[in-house]
């Protein structure tokens, strides 16, 4: 399960709640649809039938989006802010649409981070306006990843990363 908070607001704002997410190879997409819970929504990207516009995506469009294909639970956190608790082996955006909203995100630029449950940042990734363009033969946008013992996360705004295979870490990088 995972657990988005508004930013500044002390209750649970939605609750998002995954199939487990595997991958075929290293270039795949990760599947499982999320399901929004009542009173949340992932925004839609204006455009042509794969509902992704063409040229610099406006801040109101954009999301931040994570694979947690590790071992642990992990925190997004974005300026400071907890966004989003996620379970080993689940993605948020690994499906069209399902990342993040930037109107559940605190105003742009992102400071995005990938917490350990001790707080250790195991990745991060500043997202600023205009960093998200799509045309009609290219995507560009903001990622990044790291390869531990335990797994890969990948972090991302706009296009997802791909290939290469997953780096077998270090001893000791899974530590929470």
Not at 17 to 30: E, F, H, I, K
Not at 50 to 66: F, N
Not at 71 to 77: A, E, G, K, S
């Amino acid at each position: 399960m995972r657990h988005l908070i508004r930013p500044g607001a002390v209750a649970l704002a939605a609750v998002i709640v995954l199939g487990g997410c595997g991958a075929s190879g290293p270039t795949s997409r990760l599947g499982g649809a999320p399901s929004i819970a009542p009173g949340a929504s992932a925004s839609e990207a204006p455009g042509g039938d794969s509902g992704i516009p063409l040229g610099v995506l406006p801040p109101d469009s954009m999301s931040l989006s994570i694979n947690n294909g590790t071992t642990l639970t992990v925190t997004l956190v974005v300026n400071g802010t907890l966004v989003a608790s996620l379970e080993p082996a689940t993605c948020l955006g690994c499906g069209q649409d399902d990342g993040v909203p930037a109107s559940l995100l605190p105003p742009l630029p992102w400071q995005a981070e990938v917490r350990s449950p001790s707080g250790r940042v195991l990745v991060s990734l500043t997202v600023h306006e205009g960093d998200v363009v799509y045309s009609s033969s290219s995507s560009q946008g903001d990622a990044n990843r790291v390869d531990l013992s335990c797994g890969r996360i990948d972090l991302w705004s706009g296009p997802p990363l791909s290939g290469p295979p997953p780096e077998p870490g270090s001893p000791g990088d899974c530590r929470p």
